[in-house]
């Protein structure tokens, strides 16, 4: 391992163990100094603070990226959805340029319509650039490239509207075809709605699996002290102030693997981001986290001590009901 | 004097078995009275520790009828068992002191349970070690105990929260005899103040010590009445040859 590995190994453990010092005091102080006392504390002896440390930090990194997902989705849906390409598909340049005028013209006085702007040629050589080249020699005012309007509709760009826009441009531009551009980008669309159900899903998974880690450690906890508790039950321990000690003793390792696991998870997500950011492109940008977003990702580890200690109790309950 | 108030133990025609295997207590009917001190003989096997488990409500029966604390103790909800358990000081015969816990914190247990503050519990804790002569020991492990020590802890936890009825399963097994009479004194003044107790022993000699004391005796599962304990008012002070006499030093609680 390289060394820089095995010094953030030895850090982590350093502070799992201030941790494990500190956060029993601070529960004690909020009550039941002596009841803490009716178990042994055997914290960070077995591996449920390193389990709720891995799954808190996968759960953050699943987490981040179904909001990220959800944000370039957001952003691109937002541009995109009022957004209406007209091309003027004609081999003749005089009547492709006659057609594309009239379009123009009828399309800035159509009902709904925004803005309508043609697609200026320099940019339209720089959009088959990348396949035609720009070689000297090459005329690509010789090619029948479609010449492009970029209409602007208020509101979202319905086949029915698009319809409407058809028939405005049937008898001036027989030769313009006309699509909503978020077609264009519908099947990226519905991937990133299956990867945030992936997402998803993966939480469900990772709660699913935390909850059965507990519910084995807390079995386990209960077959360990069973005489200990017996003891304490003919001394006139109620069930719940038992399950109350196990919670207590599970919530430390839950409190101490989150703030590791949020801490790897956030540490995780900022290095994909860097990772995207440098991508340059425009809906990976767009794909970024708002604060909001950080806030519900700090709220992870909270709601994983909250199952874990609501876990740990009904499993240490059902276990004593069967209990003289 | 209404009986029926009165009473704080009743067993009416109660038997006990272990799963299928025969009956270890058969058609046990007796009474407890408040402020009394019963003894509990009978040889190896009679059924005395079983019947100690059924007053500590650690087993229910197989048959019969009891009555604590004027109810009905076997149809008892399970959420009222641990108020009527904190009413009952039990010494274990085994002493069942928790492994992981010092003396002290073994003797706090049942006022920690209670819910006692840590305030209201250090300065009793520490006196009762002190009066069964473990002052030197209060942070020993059970484990770094002798057998000894380890039944004065038991003692000193189940007289701690000064029950209304104490019951223990051979208390002075593993002391010495001027411990045992020490101890004894213990549950006398204990006695004095309301509490009922039940003693399980073998031992005559600890039995005439307390000349007041009624006894009971268990003979293969069947309850002798040899001093008309089970009645009340009690026929005659059991007659045990004794005097009840003895130095037994202080006998005052802690």
Redesign the interface.
């Given at each position: 391992m390289a060394r820089w590995a095995m010094a953030a190994c030895h850090e982590t453990a350093y502070l799992m163990k201030r941790l494990a010092s500190a956060l029993p005091r601070t529960l004690r102080a909020l009550g039941g100094?002596?009841?803490s006392?009716?178990?042994?504390e055997a914290r960070l002896s077995g591996p449920m603070p390193w389990v709720i440390a891995i799954m808190i930090a996968l759960t953050v990194v699943a987490a981040a990226s179904a909001l990220a997902l959800r944000h370039a989705a957001q952003a691109a849906s937002a541009d995109l959805e009022g957004g209406v390409t007209v091309q003027i598909v004609s081999a003749a340049p005089a009547q492709r340029q006659r057609q594309a005028d009239a379009a123009l013209a009828v399309l800035r006085h159509a009902p709904g319509v925004i803005s309508a702007t043609a697609v200026p040629q320099d940019q339209l050589d720089a959009l088959v650039e990348p396949w035609l080249g720009t070689r000297a020699g090459d005329d690509l005012d010789d090619l029948p490239i479609p010449a492009l309007i970029d209409v602007r509709l208020a509101g979202t760009a319905t086949p029915a509207r698009l319809d409407l826009l058809r028939k405005a441009l049937a008898a001036t531009a027989p030769a313009a075809r006309i699509d909503a551009q978020s077609s264009w980008l519908a099947p990226v669309f519905r991937a990133i709605g299956a990867l945030q159900w992936a997402a998803g899903g993966l939480i469900a998974l990772f709660a699913f699996a935390t909850v059965s880690a507990v519910l084995l450690a807390s079995r386990n906890a209960l077959g360990t002290h069973r005489?200990?508790i017996?003891?304490?039950?003919?001394?006139?321990?109620?069930?719940v102030?038992i399950a109350r000690v196990f919670q207590r003793s599970m919530a430390t390792d839950a409190a101490m693997g989150g703030v590791v696991g949020l801490l790897a998870g956030v540490v995780t997500v900022l290095g994909l981001a860097r990772q995207f950011a440098a991508l340059g492109s425009g809906m990976v940008a767009q794909g970024s986290l708002a604060w909001t977003d950080w806030v519900a990702l700090a709220g992870i580890p909270i709601a994983g001590v909250l199952l874990v200690m609501l876990t740990a109790r009904l499993t240490v309950l059902a276990a004593l009901?069967r209990m003289? | 004097m209404n009986q029926a108030a009165a009473e704080i133990v009743q067993f009416d025609n109660v038997g006990l078995r272990y799963g299928a295997g025969r009956e270890v207590l058969a058609d046990v009917s007796f009474t407890l009275y408040p402020g009394c001190f019963y003894f509990l003989t009978g040889a190896s096997g009679a059924g005395k520790t079983s019947l100690l488990k059924l007053l500590?409500l650690?087993?229910?029966p197989s048959r019969g009828l009891i009555r604590m604390f004027g109810t009905d103790a076997i149809t008892l909800p399970?959420?009222r068992l641990?108020?009527?358990?904190?009413r009952i000081g039990?010494v274990f015969q085994d002493f069942?002191?928790?492994?992981?816990?010092s003396a002290w914190?073994n003797v706090?247990?049942?006022l920690?349970?209670?819910g006692?503050s840590?305030k209201d519990?250090a300065k009793p804790v520490s006196d009762m070690l002190e009066w069964v002569g473990l002052g030197d020991r209060f942070q020993a492990r059970p484990a770094t105990l002798s057998g000894g020590e380890q039944q004065r802890v038991a003692i000193a936890?189940a007289v701690i929260a000064r029950p209304d009825i104490l019951v223990a399963d051979e208390p002075t097994g593993n002391v010495d005899p001027e411990m045992a009479i020490k101890l004894l004194r213990l549950f006398e003044s204990l006695n004095r103040l309301g509490t009922t107790v039940v003693v399980a022993t073998h031992d005559l000699h600890l039995i005439r010590k307390v000349p007041d004391s009624l006894i009971m005796r268990l003979d293969k599962g069947k309850l002798a009445d040899p001093t008309g304990a089970l009645r009340y008012p009690p026929r005659r002070p059991v007659d045990t040859g004794g005097n009840g006499d003895g130095p037994m030093g202080d006998g005052g609680l802690p």
């Open positions: 100094e002596g009841e006392r009716l178990l042994p005489e200990t017996e003891i304490v039950h003919m001394l006139g321990a109620t069930d102030q009901r003289v | 500590y650690a087993q229910r399970r959420e641990p108020g009527f358990r904190r039990v069942r002191l928790v492994p992981h816990l914190d706090a247990l049942p920690r349970v209670a006692q840590e519990i936890r």
